[in-house]
């Protein structure tokens, strides 16, 4: 177990804030943030945070409190998590496009008073119940002195909600020293500095974004926020290649469909990376192999393991082109300094080396357990608080290294979310034409098995209310019965193989080829055959990712530019289609040759890119 001392020792005893301010100080004309609207040098962001600082100290709001974030990626979100921090409370990511219900319980369940958003998105807040919303637009305390910080190691930096089991979503708070421990190995592993530009493409919510933010700040580097509200394959590739990016974190999912796309070009556009750290689900080396072993390829990549519980990770394994072949798997890897993982069987007495065991943390990593829920903390922290039961099935193997071994429970993680499928359950058993139901998840699409019937748009339209986009099940399988496991339990692993629905709607037929070819994309980009030309591509368990890939495809395909939004305006073959090949703007329908002219020389620009 890692146990080596740190190597950035003035990050530790200094906090984030310290390291930024340095970097202020000696570079301040130096870009600090960028996105596709603005940008900030490090001067520039020093002032507006020591501004949004004693504005926050005017209202009162310092050590102890809690203030949530209600901002999108950019230039503001920036200067808003550092003020928060540097005003000695702590703060909580709140996502504006949660359902009302979902920001109200995340609002009232920790006490949350304050929220900082934009002036366009002061009513979201004002109406889920934050009694002080803060628009970060308006001008604040005119001031170009130093705010001094309040830096307590001890105190919470952050708290974020993660998915519950009981129905409801829980927040996991951080500690400020658990925070610094993880930037400094970060910085050190990375060996970041001032030529480096991190690109961010996750969410403000989610537990890896957060080194991501503030690390290139404490090194000089540029920080770059995709600040679009679509994942564009496009999009995220140019601010590659145009930055000259060297870091990017996200999950495996989400980076896949860049090399997947930058194959076509030799993998060009992805060339100044030096290291893509992923997390969040397993790593798939066959989709990465091409790109590695290409001589293009200049990055190594970080497979990193954590949950949120424990300040984002807690073990690491590098991936190069020589090492690909090591495991027959990916492992988890090794701890990083000042953390230490164990493998624990049900007394919690450890496990040998080889034995599969309940993969347990303690160290600098522990956070501070969930927010006003001291039964659920309890139950995860064990030995009074020392110890975390991640829940995870692991062993150790004779090299030192972790392998990863499933859920002890029925917690599931699809695109890198940590999902409580009761949550889920729970919410669906609300709507009244579900008797009961069961949620599971493969190929990194959640399916919901449900006893009773309604319309799935209903259903869609029903959860949409109540939980974020990510925890919508793609595809809704009415049963009649569950199967059961010998002891009488609902046999989840039995439901996962996806049973026929009980109700099927009859499927329209393809008009014609060219439907027909895009039909055969989906059934390749959703790894299932779909047949339907009506069929919405998203009621199909397609995802934004999915279509990013559809997007991509189609354009080189087609030979021309469409925007990624005119997919999500036309969700069917047929409506895509017509988008390829419009019929003629006349009063009367086109002949029926005219239109099979149209259809085939849309067809002819529709060719199948060689296989690579």
Request: proline residues 7%; negative net charge; aromatic residues 6%.
């Amino acid at each position: 177990m890692n146990a080596s001392p740190l190597m950035h020792d003035h990050l530790q005893a200094d906090t984030l804030l310290a390291g930024f301010q340095r970097c202020a100080r000696r570079h301040p004309g130096a870009p600090a943030v960028l996105t596709s609207e603005a940008s900030l040098t490090y001067g520039e962001l020093d002032l507006k945070v020591n501004q949004l600082v004693a504005r926050l100290r005017r209202l009162g709001i310092g050590s102890g409190d809690l203030v949530g974030v209600g901002i999108s990626r950019s230039c503001e979100l920036v200067v808003a998590l550092l003020a928060v921090a540097k005003s000695g409370a702590a703060y909580v990511p709140l996502d504006p496009a949660y359902p009302r219900e979902r920001l109200a319980h995340m609002i009232s369940s920790i006490g949350l008073r304050s929220v900082l958003t934009r002036a366009n998105l002061a009513a979201v807040f004002s109406n889920a119940g934050a009694s002080s919303v803060i628009e970060i637009d308006e001008t604040g305390i005119n001031t170009s002195s130093e705010v001094l910080p309040h830096s307590d190691p001890l105190a919470p930096l952050y708290a974020i909600y993660t998915s519950g089991s009981t129905g409801l979503p829980k927040a996991a708070s951080v500690y400020r020293k658990g925070f610094s421990n993880l930037l400094d190995w970060y910085v050190d592993e990375l060996d970041l500095g001032p030529c480096d530009a991190t690109l961010v493409i996750s969410s403000p919510s989610f537990d890896l974004t957060q080194k991501n933010l503030f690390a290139p700040l404490l090194t000089g580097g540029r920080l770059v926020l995709d600040d679009g509200s679509i994942y564009d394959i496009s999009r995220i590739t140019s601010l590659v290649r145009d930055h000259g990016i060297t870091v990017i974190n996200c999950t495996p999912s989400a980076f896949y469909p860049l090399v997947e796309a930058a194959a076509a070009t030799g993998y060009s556009a992805l060339s100044s990376l030096r290291h893509v750290v992923l997390g969040g689900e397993p790593v798939s080396i066959p989709r990465l192999r091409p790109w590695l072993e290409h001589p293009a390829c200049r990055a190594e990549v970080l497979n990193t393991y954590g949950p949120t519980e424990c300040t984002d990770i807690c073990a690491y394994h590098r991936l190069t082109a020589g090492n690909l072949d090591a495991f027959d798997f990916v492992p988890l890897g090794r701890e990083i300094p000042n953390v230490t993982v164990t493998i624990r069987d049900e007394d919690l007495a450890e496990a040998p080396d080889g034995t599969p065991g309940e993969l347990c943390i303690s160290g600098a990593g522990l956070g501070g357990g969930y927010l006003n829920d001291p039964e659920r903390t309890a139950a995860a922290f064990a030995l009074a608080g020392a110890l975390y039961r991640t829940g995870d099935l692991a062993r150790r193997l004779p090299c030192g290294r972790l392998e990863f071994r499933g859920r002890l429970d029925h917690q599931v993680k699809v695109k890198g979310f940590r999902i409580e499928p009761g949550e889920i359950e729970i919410a669906l058993s609300k709507h009244e034409g579900v008797k009961e139901a069961v949620v599971t998840a493969r190929d990194n699409t959640l399916t919901a098995h449900i006893q009773g019937f309604a319309p799935i748009a209903e259903l869609k339209e029903f959860l949409a209310g109540k939980l974020p986009s990510y925890m919508l099940p793609g595809e809704f399988v009415f049963v009649d019965d569950f199967p059961l496991t010998p002891n009488g339990k609902i046999d989840r692993k039995a439901l996962a193989g996806h049973p026929a629905p009980r109700e099927q709607p009859a499927s329209a037929a393809p008009a014609d080829e060219l439907e027909s070819r895009i039909l055969g994309l989906w059934s390749e980009v959703l790894k299932r055959p779909v047949d339907d030309p009506t069929a919405n591509f998203f009621d199909l368990g397609g995802t934004s990712i999915h279509l990013a890939v559809v997007h991509v495809r189609l354009n080189e395909m087609t030979g021309r530019d469409f925007a990624i939004t005119d997919l999500f305006a036309r969700p069917s073959a047929r409506a895509l289609a017509l988008l390829i090949s419009p019929p003629p703007v006349s009063g009367a329908a086109a002949p029926t040759h005219d239109r099979a002219r149209l259809q085939q020389a849309g067809f002819a620009r529709f060719r199948r890119p060689p296989t690579r």
